[in-house]
């Protein structure tokens, strides 16, 4: 029968499954070239593993989707993890569509198939959505924590860069206390520009103590981050420079 | 003979003009539009905002915006339909305009360019479903130009390389499909790449799919829409990542320092007003009187502007002269030879050319004075200096202490990680000590939250370690993985010293002195005798045996593609031998002149290899030899340049107090 056009084997396949012949109406199924018309029933014959492949197969994202979403909704999240992670396709867009919907959802994910790295950025890209700074820290020590027992080098450098993070942060904070006067809002004169230093990188926290000539300070961050000497000349030739224009 | 050509732009743009038309015409009474804002510029493209009046829309709004106002009964959304987010934000303002309005209103939804199922299910979920009418707007294809179609899909590099989304190769199948469906199938289909090869295997997979819908049943179009075409010869498929430094590079061409410099969306850009002076001109629509940024539209129809648009910029200053100069001439002769009222009213007649011609030559003038501040800046010949020395072959490591002070200097971000992931690509990633410092030094110069940033650098293969640990790296066996430039600079002849800017004989004018990659590929299909004579020493023995241009196919450059990221495949599309001989006849001879080389881009191209691909195709037109006279059309899912490329995995989060 197969090889010639225009015969629908979907709706054979529908009757073969009426008549409660399962198997018969999945192998049937292979000839149907229309993985639109596929997967549905194969979907309805409960066949979930090739429903998911016959949509990845058609590259139609959309019935890809539809094919999890419903995965999603009938199966624990285990097993559900299960099923996608062995196609890579599925993973993606589990992963992309759960980044804009459902954080949880993609940390259970991340957990269960052990991606540390990628499981602690998520919880530094959740410590910048956080609105007060002491959420943050707590955010950023679980990113951090998250990779404490790996031995892969790219986590270790991770780790190191998000502990100079929290580091970096207690110290603008600091300044900030220090610098911007006393809570009441009043400010030394000459630090009218003296804004938050909070959420600033290292070089521009040097850059902007050197500039309101807090050059002690200014020291401290470099020693403190081992900023080379060549890096620090160069901040600090730019900040005179800016200095001198503002005032 | 002038047979309705493949890939016609007009028709394109004439066929989405009516459809979208068609659909409003569907909603009576006048309406209020919204519109995602990405889809604004297609639309601008497509049809004038006066048409969109006639036909009964009252006032826009952009979906991002969330501002629709109750003042008309009718709301009509025009949104993509392949996100979840904007799908999502739909149904929110459906339910807002519900709660707050005093009249009921009728919702109309056109999904661009189809209707999804998880569209369905998200807006049943929020309960909306039943009071939005919901069609189709099938726009694919926007033309950009008369040989530049592309998908406009803005997020196509981030969803391909970084979330690993296959939507817009599915969205390119389609769209390629449409065409085929309308001039045959391509007879060859050829590329480069993983993700070219996904969307030629799709392409012939929605092959057997039409041919199974084609049931006795429901009568369709005939077998013959499905033969191979006879007006086009083949589509070649490149992948992006097959070659990322091309896209990274600085451009050098006067479009690509413009994109690089201003931005070009949709065949617009935004200038500041103090540069190019504030006064509306004829011709331009819209009347924006006291704002800060001025929208120019660029496009080939300016000729003045399709003369500049491709050259190198180190002659537009000339060639700006010289148009100057011609327009002065012109005008001032013809003013003292007309005497006779007859001459006088010819000159008069044409006027308005001149004035036009005078109106464009004093935007590009000012145009290009801003463009060379940008050039003349000292950061900017530093970057070009170690581009330059990278693509040249120069060892990386010398580059280093440049990049460093760049970022000493507080550069922009993404000018030094394009400088960085130009380094990590043309070599294969690297050293692990070097890539470690410069990833603590970019941290500590712009802040920890590039740690993201970093790490989605490294998803999209841009920027990795030498040797590449088991992150990032695509499991593919090792021959592919990534593309190898030490060998491919020999054997391609990437790198041109000799490069002549002014009047260019090599493609590799767009970078002053690299020849695209990706560019060179498709020149070792279509062009394989002019490029074998460039690549002097291997092409004495070959250039003998392959003096058969119909050798097609990657054959004589098996060995380069060797070293190039990816799958290579070359597919022959052929149709049932009746139908076949039925068209031949009902075609005449049509012979291999004059068809239509299709090249799409997976994950988006640059305006300097379009430019590049422009110049081959001069060149295939003028000579009766090696082209035949062949046409090449550009498809791509969207145009990029390197900010974008490696702005789409820029963290834009940050601490806050």
Same mark, same amino acid.
């Given at each position: 029968?197969?090889?010639?056009?225009?015969?629908?084997?979907?709706?054979?396949?529908?009757?073969?499954?009426?008549?409660?012949?399962?198997?018969?109406?999945?192998?049937?199924?292979?000839?149907?070239?229309?993985?639109?018309?596929?997967?549905?029933?194969?979907?309805?014959?409960?066949?979930?593993?090739?429903?998911?492949?016959?949509?990845?197969?058609?590259?139609?994202?959309?019935?890809?989707?539809?094919?999890?979403?419903?995965?999603?909704?009938?199966?624990?999240?285990?097993?559900?993890?299960?099923?996608?992670?062995?196609?890579?396709?599925?993973?993606?867009?589990?992963?992309?569509?759960?980044?804009?919907?459902?954080?949880?959802?993609?940390?259970?994910?991340?957990?269960?198939?052990?991606?540390?790295?990628?499981?602690?950025?998520?919880?530094?890209?959740?410590?910048?959505?956080?609105?007060?700074?002491?959420?943050?820290?707590?955010?950023?020590?679980?990113?951090?924590?998250?990779?404490?027992?790996?031995?892969?080098?790219?986590?270790?450098?991770?780790?190191?860069?998000?502990?100079?993070?929290?580091?970096?942060?207690?110290?603008?904070?600091?300044?900030?206390?220090?610098?911007?006067?006393?809570?009441?809002?009043?400010?030394?004169?000459?630090?009218?520009?003296?804004?938050?230093?909070?959420?600033?990188?290292?070089?521009?926290?040097?850059?902007?103590?050197?500039?309101?000539?807090?050059?002690?300070?200014?020291?401290?961050?470099?020693?403190?981050?081992?900023?080379?000497?060549?890096?620090?000349?160069?901040?600090?030739?730019?900040?005179?420079?800016?200095?001198?224009?503002?005032? | 003979?002038?047979?309705?050509?493949? #890939?016609?732009? $007009?028709?394109? =743009?004439?066929?989405? +003009?009516?459809?979208?038309?068609?659909?409003?015409? %569907?909603? /009576?009474?006048?309406?209020?539009?919204?519109? *995602?804002?990405?889809?604004?510029?297609?639309?601008?493209?497509?049809?004038?905002?006066?048409?969109?009046?006639?036909?009964?829309?009252?006032?826009?709004?952009?979906?991002?915006?969330?501002?629709?106002?109750?003042?008309?009964?009718?709301?009509?959304?025009?949104? +993509?339909?392949?996100?979840?987010?904007?799908? $999502?934000?739909?149904?929110?303002?459906?339910?807002?305009? /519900?709660?707050?309005?005093?009249?009921?209103?009728?919702?109309?939804?056109?999904?661009?360019?189809? /209707?999804?199922?998880?569209?369905?299910?998200?807006?049943?979920?929020?309960?909306?479903?039943?009071?939005?009418? @919901?069609? *189709?707007?099938?726009?694919?294809?926007?033309?950009?130009?008369?040989?530049?179609?592309?998908?406009?899909?803005?997020?196509?590099?981030?969803?391909?390389?970084?979330?690993?989304?296959?939507?817009?190769?599915?969205?390119?199948?389609?769209?390629?499909?449409?065409?085929?469906?309308?001039?045959?199938?391509?007879?060859?289909?050829?590329?480069?790449?993983?993700?070219?090869?996904?969307?030629?295997?799709?392409?012939?997979?929605?092959?057997?799919?039409?041919?199974?819908?084609?049931?006795?049943?429901?009568?369709?179009?005939?077998?013959?829409?499905? =033969?191979?075409?006879?007006?086009?010869?083949?589509?070649?498929?490149?992948?992006?990542?097959?070659?990322?430094?091309?896209?990274?590079?600085?451009?050098?061409?006067?479009?690509?320092?413009?994109?690089?410099?201003?931005?070009?969306?949709?065949?617009?850009?935004?200038?500041?007003?103090?540069?190019?002076?504030?006064?509306?001109?004829?011709?331009? !629509?819209?009347?924006?009187?006291?704002?800060?940024?001025?929208?120019? @539209?660029?496009?080939?129809?300016?000729?003045?502007?399709?003369?500049?648009?491709?050259?190198?910029?180190?002659?537009?200053?000339?060639?700006?002269?010289?148009?100057?100069?011609?327009?002065?001439?012109?005008?001032?002769?013809?003013?003292?030879?007309?005497?006779? =009222?007859?001459?006088? +009213?010819?000159?008069?007649?044409?006027?308005?050319?001149?004035?036009?011609?005078?109106?464009?030559?004093?935007?590009?003038?000012?145009?290009? *004075? *801003?463009?060379?501040?940008?050039?003349?800046?000292?950061?900017?010949?530093?970057?070009?200096?170690?581009?330059?020395?990278?693509?040249?072959?120069?060892?990386?490591?010398?580059?280093?202490?440049?990049?460093?002070?760049?970022?000493?200097?507080?550069?922009?971000?993404?000018?030094?990680?394009?400088?960085?992931?130009?380094?990590?690509?043309?070599?294969?990633?690297?050293?692990?000590?070097?890539?470690?410092?410069?990833?603590?030094?970019?941290?500590?110069?712009?802040?920890?939250?590039?740690?993201?940033?970093?790490?989605?650098?490294?998803?999209?293969?841009?920027?990795?370690?030498?040797?590449?640990?088991?992150?990032?790296? !695509?499991?593919?066996?090792?021959?592919?993985?990534? !593309?190898?430039?030490?060998?491919?600079?020999?054997?391609?002849?990437?790198?041109?010293?000799?490069?002549?800017?002014?009047?260019?004989?090599?493609? $590799?004018?767009? #970078?002053?002195?690299?020849?695209?990659?990706?560019?060179?590929?498709?020149?070792? &299909?279509?062009?394989?005798?002019?490029?074998?004579?460039?690549?002097?020493?291997?092409?004495?023995?070959?250039?003998?045996?392959?003096?058969?241009?119909?050798?097609?196919?990657?054959?004589?450059?098996?060995?380069?593609?060797?070293?190039?990221?990816?799958?290579?495949?070359?597919?022959?599309?052929?149709?049932?031998?009746?139908?076949?001989?039925?068209?031949?006849?009902?075609?005449?001879?049509?012979?291999?002149?004059?068809?239509?080389?299709? @090249?799409?881009?997976?994950?988006?191209?640059?305006?300097?290899?379009?430019?590049?691909?422009? #110049?081959? %195709?001069?060149?295939?037109?003028?000579?009766?030899?090696?082209?035949?006279?062949?046409?090449?059309? &550009?498809?791509? =899912?969207?145009?990029?340049?390197?900010?974008?490329?490696?702005?789409?995995?820029?963290?834009?989060? +940050?601490?806050?107090?």
């Amino acid at each position: 029968l197969h090889g010639r056009p225009g015969i629908s084997f979907e709706e054979i396949a529908r009757a073969a499954y009426d008549e409660g012949r399962v198997r018969l109406a999945t192998e049937l199924l292979n000839y149907e070239p229309r993985a639109g018309k596929q997967v549905p029933l194969l979907l309805s014959m409960k066949e979930d593993n090739i429903a998911l492949d016959k949509a990845i197969e058609s590259g139609d994202t959309d019935l890809i989707f539809h094919v999890l979403h419903h995965l999603h909704k009938k199966l624990p999240l285990a097993s559900f993890f299960r099923v996608i992670n062995t196609r890579p396709v599925a993973t993606a867009l589990v992963e992309s569509s759960a980044l804009d919907q459902d954080r949880n959802l993609l940390k259970d994910l991340y957990y269960q198939d052990d991606r540390r790295l990628d499981g602690s950025n998520l919880l530094l890209t959740e410590a910048l959505a956080q609105p007060s700074l002491s959420a943050a820290h707590d955010k950023l020590k679980l990113a951090s924590k998250y990779l404490s027992d790996s031995r892969d080098p790219t986590a270790q450098f991770q780790r190191q860069a998000l502990d100079d993070a929290t580091k970096l942060l207690r110290l603008q904070e600091q300044f900030d206390k220090d610098l911007l006067g006393s809570p009441g809002g009043v400010t030394s004169p000459g630090l009218t520009r003296g804004t938050s230093l909070v959420g600033l990188s290292t070089h521009d926290t040097i850059f902007h103590l050197l500039r309101q000539s807090h050059t002690k300070r200014a020291a401290k961050v470099q020693s403190e981050f081992k900023i080379p000497d060549k890096t620090f000349t160069w901040l600090r030739l730019r900040a005179l420079v800016s200095a001198r224009h503002w005032t | 003979m002038a047979p309705i050509a493949p #890939f016609n732009a $007009s028709e394109i =743009t004439e066929k989405a +003009r009516r459809d979208l038309l068609r659909l409003l015409e %569907g909603i /009576r009474g006048k309406k209020n539009l919204v519109l *995602e804002k990405a889809l604004a510029g297609p639309l601008n493209l497509l049809v004038k905002f006066s048409t969109l009046q006639e036909y009964g829309v009252d006032k826009p709004f952009f979906l991002e915006n969330d501002n629709v106002d109750s003042s008309q009964r009718n709301i009509v959304f025009l949104v +993509r339909g392949e996100k979840s987010t904007v799908i $999502s934000a739909v149904a929110d303002q459906i339910k807002r305009v /519900r709660r707050d309005s005093q009249i009921e209103h009728e919702f109309s939804i056109f999904w661009v360019p189809r /209707r999804t199922t998880v569209s369905d299910q998200i807006l049943e979920e929020a309960g909306v479903l039943g009071e939005a009418s @919901v069609s *189709e707007w099938p726009l694919y294809f926007v033309p950009l130009a008369d040989d530049v179609m592309s998908l406009e899909l803005e997020d196509a590099v981030e969803d391909l390389y970084l979330r690993k989304d296959p939507t817009p190769v599915y969205l390119s199948a389609k769209a390629l499909m449409l065409q085929q469906q309308k001039y045959g199938l391509f007879p060859r289909i050829i590329g480069k790449g993983d993700h070219g090869k996904r969307l030629a295997d799709l392409l012939i997979r929605m092959r057997t799919e039409v041919a199974a819908g084609e049931a006795p049943s429901n009568t369709g179009p005939s077998f013959l829409g499905l =033969t191979p075409s006879s007006m086009i010869d083949s589509l070649i498929i490149i992948d992006r990542d097959v070659d990322f430094p091309t896209a990274l590079l600085t451009q050098l061409t006067y479009e690509g320092l413009i994109d690089e410099v201003f931005n070009i969306s949709a065949n617009q850009t935004e200038v500041d007003s103090s540069i190019v002076g504030a006064a509306p001109q004829p011709g331009q !629509t819209g009347s924006a009187s006291t704002s800060m940024k001025r929208k120019i @539209v660029i496009d080939q129809k300016d000729e003045l502007y399709s003369t500049l648009s491709d050259v190198n910029f180190a002659i537009v200053g000339n060639m700006l002269n010289k148009a100057a100069r011609r327009l002065q001439s012109s005008t001032e002769r013809n003013q003292l030879a007309a005497k006779t =009222t007859s001459e006088l +009213r010819d000159f008069v007649a044409k006027l308005p050319g001149y004035q036009a011609e005078q109106a464009s030559l004093k935007l590009h003038t000012s145009l290009a *004075e *801003e463009i060379i501040k940008f050039t003349h800046s000292d950061v900017f010949t530093r970057s070009l200096e170690v581009q330059q020395n990278i693509m040249s072959g120069t060892d990386p490591t010398t580059q280093h202490e440049t990049i460093t002070e760049l970022i000493n200097r507080d550069v922009p971000l993404s000018a030094i990680l394009r400088l960085l992931c130009l380094e990590s690509t043309t070599n294969a990633g690297m050293r692990h000590k070097d890539l470690e410092a410069f990833k603590r030094t970019v941290i500590q110069a712009y802040g920890p939250q590039h740690i993201l940033t970093l790490s989605s650098l490294e998803k999209m293969n841009l920027l990795q370690p030498r040797g590449g640990s088991g992150l990032g790296v !695509t499991p593919a066996a090792k021959p592919g993985s990534v !593309t190898n430039y030490t060998p491919l600079r020999k054997s391609l002849r990437l790198w041109d010293d000799e490069v002549n800017e002014v009047d260019p004989n090599d493609i $590799s004018y767009a #970078f002053s002195g690299y020849a695209p990659l990706s560019v060179r590929l498709i020149q070792s &299909i279509i062009q394989k005798q002019t490029l074998a004579n460039i690549i002097k020493p291997p092409s004495d023995p070959r250039a003998a045996a392959q003096a058969n241009p119909l050798a097609q196919g990657l054959r004589v450059f098996d060995d380069a593609t060797k070293y190039v990221r990816g799958a290579t495949f070359d597919q022959r599309q052929t149709g049932e031998e009746k139908a076949v001989k039925a068209r031949s006849m009902l075609n005449g001879n049509h012979n291999d002149a004059m068809k239509t080389i299709v @090249v799409f881009f997976v994950g988006g191209v640059t305006r300097a290899e379009i430019a590049a691909l422009r #110049f081959i %195709g001069n060149k295939l037109k003028e000579v009766g030899g090696e082209g035949r006279g062949s046409r090449i059309v &550009i498809c791509c =899912t969207n145009v990029i340049t390197g900010g974008s490329l490696v702005g789409s995995a820029v963290e834009k989060g +940050r601490f806050r107090a």
